[in-house]
């Protein structure tokens, strides 16, 4: 267990909608990441937050988007569902925020898109 | 550019068999940092080990062993006397140098270990 929690670990909804995956990261971390897991793209790099601000961004879609709560919980936002955004979506957490820290990773929200 | 390549997208052993995993990395920055990690069929992605890339000992945890070369961009996973619990995807990533701190995947290698 890495201590990265993620809700709900399945969701299954239709095309068009809004769905929010919720991440917690291990106690004491300060960075949240959000990747996407696809057959097609692999692991792929949303986006990063430290300690409530922006801090990197990688190929996420302007209809996808997040944020980091004064908890330090994180929530990613999907709208506009289209059937490609079928994924295993990860959150990781790391103390820090740069290429030194270990990124530990949550257990994954399965998106189904119908 | 920045990338991870693992070239065996599928491995198959019997158990008790030595595998090794390879994986090549590209970058231009001097300072980065290596991982891998393990994604059972769980699902769940399990860190491994990180080396940076000052540091180019290589490391031995039980079964598995780490072989880092920057002559040739490699970072090759070795499991040594494999178990069907060893059955997985197992991912190599480079964390490039700077502030930021996002991980760029190799496609993975899947392990089949047969008993």
């Known amino acids: 267990d890495s201590g990265v929690t993620q809700t709900p670990k399945h969701l299954i909804t239709a095309t068009g909608q809004r769905v929010t995956l919720r991440c917690s990261p291990r106690s004491g971390d300060l960075s949240v990441y959000w990747y996407q897991q696809s057959l097609d793209q692999g692991l792929q790099f949303l986006i990063q937050y430290y300690n409530g601000e922006e801090r990197a961004k990688g190929n996420i879609l302007e209809r996808f988007s997040a944020q980091q709560f004064p908890d330090l919980h994180s929530e990613l936002n999907l709208s506009s569902l289209e059937l490609g955004d079928s994924a295993l979506y990860f959150c990781?957490?790391?103390?820090?925020?740069?290429?030194?820290?270990?990124?530990?990773f949550g257990p994954g929200t399965r998106l189904t898109v119908l | 550019a920045q990338k991870v390549t693992q070239a065996q997208t599928e491995i198959s052993v019997v158990e008790k068999e030595d595998v090794t995993l390879d994986c090549v990395y590209e970058t231009r920055d001097t300072t980065y940092y290596l991982f891998w990690y393990k994604q059972p069929p769980s699902g769940e992605l399990v860190f491994l080990i990180r080396r940076n890339s000052f540091d180019e000992q290589n490391e031995i945890s039980g079964r598995y062993s780490w072989n880092f070369q920057k002559s040739t961009s490699s970072f090759n996973f070795t499991i040594t006397a494999s178990q069907v619990v060893d059955s997985a995807v197992y991912f190599c990533?480079?964390?490039?140098?700077?502030?930021?701190?996002?991980?760029?995947f190799g496609k993975g290698t899947k392990l089949s270990v047969k008993p």
């Open positions: 990533a480079l964390a490039p140098g700077g502030s930021q701190g996002n991980l760029i």
């Open positions: 990781a957490s790391s103390l820090l925020a740069g290429d030194t820290d270990t990124q530990y």
